[in-house]
């Protein structure tokens, strides 16, 4: 099969460092690959990662080039030139601030236009250097439990998960980027992290949908993308969401209507280890309703998907349609050109007043 005529893979995995290595050509080259995505170890500067993401879109161009950049603590690409973005948590703050000059309504306003500049700026600056997408926004509930979630939620409070993930969103769709919600239904009452435990949530079903999921179901059709929690929540499967089809297709794909793609979360951290292998992990994402599967840190084990993982022709093309979908559909400006751009500019120029950026 010619490289103009593949089609994105089930597996998303990441590359070794700031060039391609010849281990990362072959991975990327595999049939199965339908995404890239980068963490900070491979970001020195702006140029080296726009030779990096223009490399592999050589290799593959229909490969999805992601990233995990939110904001706060969670950002890739923290130097020459990238706004380093706020946290969620300072977003609903801002929503909450009540002063005698300001009342609730126009301070919810002031939020909701706060993170569609983040949306905007985030997404730009990442297009314009080859990235195509990023794991964004986090929806969980700030119970004040989750160590791992923290101050990467917008608040407790759905209602406002909601408002400020929708104009967040609102921002990267500007920019010509996708989103993606997560971690269903919720990660924010478990108290352990998934990369080093297993969390479980003990609630039962009816509390977690009237709570946590409502940002999922009031988003809609604006949500693109969603990744599950590897969380269990045995009130309502033994299996932890990701490996859940009780999550993902009776709940998330029938009840809620999600039409998206869905991603696993990493494979390789310890809350999917109750799967058992990384390729027994990857039959049961896909079976429960996963159209794609991260695995990251690990080349050993994504060598092993890559050789033993049997997907169906019918679901390879089902999710390959699916994932084509976040895609840009637009050119993005150049960084130069971005600087120049106005609506850039005031979107930083918003944040820089309401002191969420230097």
Known sequence: MSKSTMKP??????????????????RILH???GGVILFGRNFANRKQLTRLT???????????????????????????GFTHLPAMRKLGELWARKSKSTHTAESAATAMAAATACGYVLAAELRACGVDFSFTPVLDLDFGRSGVIGDRAFSRDPQITFALAKSLNEGLRLAGMANCGKHFPGHGWAEA?????????????????NEDAKPYEWLDLSLTAVMPAHVIYPKVDKNPAGFSRVWLHSILRQELGFEGVIFSDDLSMEG?????????????????????VLICNRPDLADQLLSQLKVSKAKQAESATRLNRLMPTAEAPSWD??????????????????????
């Open 193 to 209: 992290d998934s990369h080093v435990a297993i969390p479980v949530d003990e609630r039962p079903l009816k509390q977690i949908l």
């Open 31 to 33: 049939p199965l690959t």
């Open 272 to 292: 999917a280890s109750v799967a058992g292998s990384v390729v027994k992990g990857a039959d049961m994402a896909l079976e429960a309703g996963c159209d794609a």
């Open 54 to 80: 223009a490399e592999i879109k050589k290799l593959r161009p229909d490969v999805l080039i992601s990233i995990d950049h939110e904001g706060g603590r969670v950002q890739r690409c923290r130097t020459d």
């Open 337 to 358: 050109e971005l600087q120049g751009e106005a609506q850039y500019q005031h979107a930083r120029g918003l944040l820089r007043q309401l002191n969420l950026i230097a």
């Open 9 to 26: 893979g089930p597996i998303t995995l990441d590359v070794i460092g700031f060039e391609l290595k010849a281990e990362d050509r072959r």
